[in-house]
């Protein structure tokens, strides 16, 4: 559960309400026992925009066949996949998007983290359609972290920051943006929000 987090980020009477559903949960829980506990956690959905590898466009392989000899979709650890299913999440199990990442209102760019060879440590990186229908192909700073999902554009959202460089993962920094926007995300631990801007992708992160 991403409990820590949304305390943080809540006010006073958000936070009386967090930790009732929390206790609300943990008793559901065990009241269920472990089978009833398995059929909630399949019906945590997989997002709309997490795709798998072999959805990719045929021009956007190409690049990633000739650039990354060996790369695969690097796959997300099946604990937190479980931990995802359990607090209902959202699913994003693949580390593969389709979204409109430079917000011209067709959901026709992608994400993915990739990791070469089963080496760790991968590579993020999006492409971007552009108006003469090319793919342009970004690699986004930062790394993936353990998996990658959407900030919907025109929604508002709350990401977790340092107080200051090196300090506190007690800031609550809010967003709305008019693109997509990309997550990478060292699981509970810190998210990069990564959206396209006059060409190009910046960054409000987190970093580790
Ligand atoms: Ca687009």
């Known amino acids: 559960m991403n409990l820590w987090r949304e305390l943080v980020c809540a006010g006073p009477l958000q936070k009386a309400f967090a930790l009732i559903a929390a206790a609300a949960t943990c008793v559901v829980l065990l009241m269920a026992g472990p089978e009833s506990f398995a059929e909630e956690g399949r019906k945590s959905k997989r997002s ?5 590898a072999d959805k990719l466009p045929g021009a956007v392989i ?14 997300v650890d099946k604990y937190i996949i479980g931990d995802m299913h359990n607090a209902g999440r959202e699913l994003y199990d693949t580390n593969v998007l389709r979204a409109d990442f430079d917000g011209d209102n067709k959901n026709d760019d992608y994400a993915i983290l990739i990791r070469i060879s089963g080496r760790q440590g991968g590579k993020l990186l999006a492409f971007i359609r552009n108006k003469n229908a090319v793919y342009e192909e970004h690699e986004l700073a930062g790394g993936g972290g353990d998996f ?17 460089p090196g300090g506190e993962w007690t800031h609550v920094a809010r967003m709305v943006l008019n693109v997509d926007a990309i997550g990478s995300e060292v699981y509970e631990r810190a998210v990069g929000v990564h959206y396209y801007t006059d060409g190009k992708f910046e960054a409000e992160t987190t970093g580790d």
């Open 48 to 52: 709309k925009y997490a795709i798998t």
């Open 148 to 164: 990658i999902h959407v900030y919907p554009k025109n929604k508002e959202f709350d990401y977790l920051a340092p107080d200051k």
């Open 62 to 75: 190409k690049i990633l066949d000739a650039k990354y000899t060996g790369w695969e979709a690097q796959p």
